[in-house]
Nanobody, 121 residues
Framework: QVQLVESGGGLVQAGGSLRLSCAASGRTFSSYAMGWFRQAPGKEREFVAVVSWSGGPTAYADSVKGRFTASRDNAKSTAYLQMNSLKPEDTAVYYC??????????????WGKGTLVTVSS
């Protein structure tokens, strides 16, 4: 079992930055790829980024490529999502998830409860 808790969300102006953290409990954190997904009001949950178990390979949605960076620190059992040049359309609840290195939500086994990011124009 892996329990995930996100933090770092908040209100930021367009063009600003935030760093989300995802703290994991359990001894198997390093066995899983860590994904980030988001859900905007009235929309379906969508893939944002994923980082492999080693922290090496990553993948990003086209909408965030070049602005967001996914990383992890296995010694701290924590994953991160650095978000730069934020846009109002990035406003959403952001979820971290643990599972396979995949862009699909159904590839993830464990989910956090989410953290709200609001970007004002």
């Amino acid at each position: 079992q892996v329990q995930l808790v996100e933090s770092g969300g908040g209100l930021v102006q367009a063009g600003g930055s935030l760093r989300l953290s995802c703290a994991a409990s359990g001894r198997t954190f390093s066995s899983y790829a860590m994904g980030w997904f988001r859900q905007a009001p009235g929309k379906e949950r969508e893939f944002v980024a994923v980082v492999s178990w080693s922290g090496g390979p990553t993948a990003y949605a086209d909408s965030v490529k070049g602005r967001f960076t996914a990383s992890r620190d296995n010694a701290k059992s924590t994953a991160y999502l650095q978000m730069n040049s934020l846009k109002p359309e990035d406003t959403a609840v952001y979820y971290c998830a643990a599972g396979r290195f995949d862009t699909r939500a159904n590839a993830m086994n464990y989910w956090g409860k989410g953290t709200l990011v609001t970007v004002s124009s």
